[in-house]
């Protein structure tokens, strides 16, 4: 739910969640019924760590970001192979959205209160697995 904020994030703001957008998940999941499932990973924001970010570039190739990592673009195409991390990936409880009515979706405070809670659960769990982790790279 970042989108490219969360993409585009600098090393030192790993695993500091972005804003989620408009909410547009939850507007699936409300006009659908469907659960929504909080995912949190751990590991993932290591295998390419973006140390900058030459927006001129980015501007003139017409994309979001031109990362400037540990191996690129020092290594060459080298430098898009990620580096080894050990991931952990938690699934929370199920955040029902059957028993909201019809113009649920429409209503941008039940929108947002939804957002809200699935990016704090998610988080929330993401500190706990990042106490649980010894090793970026074993575990």
Do not use: H
């Not at 739910?1 to 409300?30: H, I, T, W």
């Not at 295998?47 to 191996?71: E, H, N, Q, S």
């Amino acid at each position: 739910p970042e989108g490219y904020k969360g993409l585009g994030k600098n090393f030192r703001d790993r695993y500091k969640l972005q804003r989620f957008g408009r909410g547009g998940f939850v507007s699936a999941a409300l006009r659908t019924g469907a659960p929504i499932i909080p995912c949190s990973i751990v590991g993932s924001e290591e295998i390419y760590p973006m140390l900058a970010d030459v927006k001129v570039l980015a501007r003139v190739l017409g994309i979001p970001y031109f990362p400037i990592t540990p191996l690129f673009p020092l290594a060459g195409p080298a430098g898009f192979v990620p580096l080894p991390s050990k991931w952990r990936i938690a699934f929370g409880t199920p955040i029902e959205t059957a028993g909201y009515d019809d113009a649920a979706a429409e209503d941008p405070m039940v929108t947002f209160e939804l957002t809200d809670q699935v990016r704090e659960t998610i988080q929330q769990t993401l500190y706990q697995l990042l106490g649980q982790r010894r090793n970026v790279f074993l575990g």
